[in-house]
């Protein structure tokens, strides 16, 4: 018991400072969102004395800067993950469950896909959307990431191909088709999967600075475009930037926290063999 708790000791000291990292800057945010400029002026960060809501206030009072990018980005960040889970499910129940010609290839192509990076795609997508005339339009910001995730189609076929092959053979005995087996036993035993694939989702496209930037540009800006606008013209006021940046970080903490379960059911951390 003793030798147990002395190999533990050194996990937990560097799990403690791990998360006191993450935490951090975090709590930066807030007691400097909370601070007013006057005070933060006086004497740098530190405890507000008193707390003040008038950045928040100020922030409430002009729905452009900060509100409706995070509407915007939140209507974006809904329909790419919900097509995007979608397709990938699909994807790969297909690459598992289905032989047909080519199979290997095409799971090739899905790696070669996920090792790519993004960047590399941004000025073809952008040529041409601009041809076609849907550039600057909100299904420009959504069309190139909504379509199937090479990690979600991975993530989600390495977790159905884990899966008994009995209860798909009861399921073929018992007469159901492929739509069927995906509804009643596919995806709800893929919930953990699927969260993951869904969070990985929603937090990219909540991030998502460069191409919202490239295709949209204030015009139709997203929260990150927005942010970066706000920093830029708010040099002298950092009050007012970090409690910005606190409420936009705020939903996809919100969602870690909620869906951690899941994840950890996903990755498998904490178990024991």
Do not use: C, K
Not at 58 to 86: C, F, G, K, S, W
Not at 91 to 115: E, N, S
């Amino acid at each position: 018991m003793r030798a147990d708790r002395r190999r533990a000791a050194p996990v937990a000291i560097v799990a403690l400072l791990a998360g006191a990292a993450a935490v951090l800057p975090l709590a930066l945010l807030v007691v400097t969102g909370g601070t007013s400029p006057e005070q933060f002026a006086a004497r740098g960060i530190g405890l507000p004395d008193p707390w003040t809501a008038a950045n928040l206030a100020a922030l409430l009072r002009q729905p452009d800067v900060l509100l409706q990018p995070m509407l915007t980005t939140a209507a974006a960040t809904a329909v790419v993950t919900a097509v995007q889970l979608l397709s990938s499910v699909l994807a790969a129940y297909v690459f598992v469950r289905i032989r047909f010609p080519g199979r290997g290839l095409l799971l090739a192509i899905t790696v070669a896909g996920y090792l790519v990076p993004p960047v590399v795609t941004l000025l073809p997508v952008f040529l041409a959307f601009s041809a076609v005339g849907i550039a600057g339009g909100f299904l420009s910001l959504v069309l190139p990431s909504a379509l199937a995730s090479p990690f979600a189609v991975l993530l989600l076929r390495q977790w159905i191909a884990g899966m008994p092959s009995e209860l798909f053979d009861a399921a073929e005995l018992d007469g159901a088709g492929h739509l069927t087996v995906l509804r009643r036993l596919v995806v709800p035993l893929s919930a953990p999967a699927i969260t993951a694939a869904a969070l990985a989702a929603a937090v990219s496209t909540w991030n998502s600075y460069l191409w919202p930037r490239l295709i949209a540009g204030v015009r139709l800006p997203q929260l990150q475009v927005a942010m970066a606008g706000l920093q830029t013209e708010h040099q002298d006021n950092w009050t007012l930037v970090m409690a910005a940046a606190a409420i936009a970080v705020a939903p996809p903490i919100a969602a870690t926290l909620l869906l951690s379960r899941r994840l950890i059911a996903t990755f498998g951390l904490g178990r024991r063999p």
